[in-house]
T-cell receptor, first 113, second 117 residues
């Protein structure tokens, strides 16, 4: 199994540009999450989803949008990139029946200049 | 108040010794879970151990154990017989809410552990 995959691994954006960070999991997990990790800090929850068609805001949702049209995919959209969005973005998933762990993707490093 | 507090920004431990990484949490939700993750310099997040709020016994996973003191709201990670490969950032996290419903996950700021040969 591939687990949780994220693309791209690294991206440089100019201020005001938009992009979509892709996240796919092949474990049929209901829960999916997007986090950002700023340098030297812990992870902060941006958005999460409990299943296809159901999403909710986390701690730091401003400047981001998500959608969940399938169980497998949970893309994160940045509409107008700002330098404050420079960070490492992690996608994670967990099964509905057991929230004992989250399976993390390898992360996407985003630099906004 | 911080949801998750890790008061040790950095720790050193001698190889083969045990080390305790501190974590305190704050929640009014009766149903919650506590996690520890390891983040090596390569950047990936590696799940180590989980403790549910209703679990009667402390969780153990190999060399990792979680010292869960519910009344004190602490969930310290104990690593026995430290190895050089244990050098990494360690994050404590808390999930609030019931399985199948709303869930919020909060991470601490991390502790950088360095194992000395």
């Amino acid at each position: 199994n591939a687990g949780v995959t994220q693309t791209p691994k690294f991206r440089i954006l100019k201020i005001g540009q938009s992009m979509t960070l892709q996240c796919t999991q092949d474990m049929n997990h209901n829960y999916m999450y997007w986090y950002r990790q700023d340098p030297g800090m812990g992870l902060k929850l941006i958005y999460y989803s409990v299943g296809a068609g159901i999403t909710d805001k986390g701690e730091v949702p401003n400047g981001y949008n998500v959608s969940r049209s399938t169980t497998e995919d949970f893309p994160l959209r940045l509409e107008l990139a700002a330098p404050s969005q420079t960070s490492v973005y992690f996608c994670a998933s967990s099964p509905l029946t057991s929230a004992k762990t989250q399976y993390f993707g390898p992360g996407t490093r985003l630099l906004v200049l | 108040a911080q949801k998750i507090t890790q008061t040790q920004p950095g720790m050193f431990v001698q190889e083969k010794e045990a080390v305790t990484l501190d974590c305190t949490y704050d929640t009014s939700d009766p149903s919650y879970g506590l996690f520890w993750y390891k983040q090596p310099s390569s950047g990936e997040m590696i799940f180590l151990i989980y403790q549910g709020s209703y679990d009667q016994q402390n969780a153990t996973e190999g060399r990792y154990s979680l010292n869960f003191q519910k009344a004190r709201k602490s969930a310290n990670l104990v690593i026995s017989a430290s190895q050089l490969g244990d050098s990494a950032m360690y994050f404590c996290a808390m999930r609030e809410g019931k399985t199948g419903g709303y869930q919020k996950v909060t991470f601490g700021t991390g502790t950088k552990l360095q194992v000395i040969p």
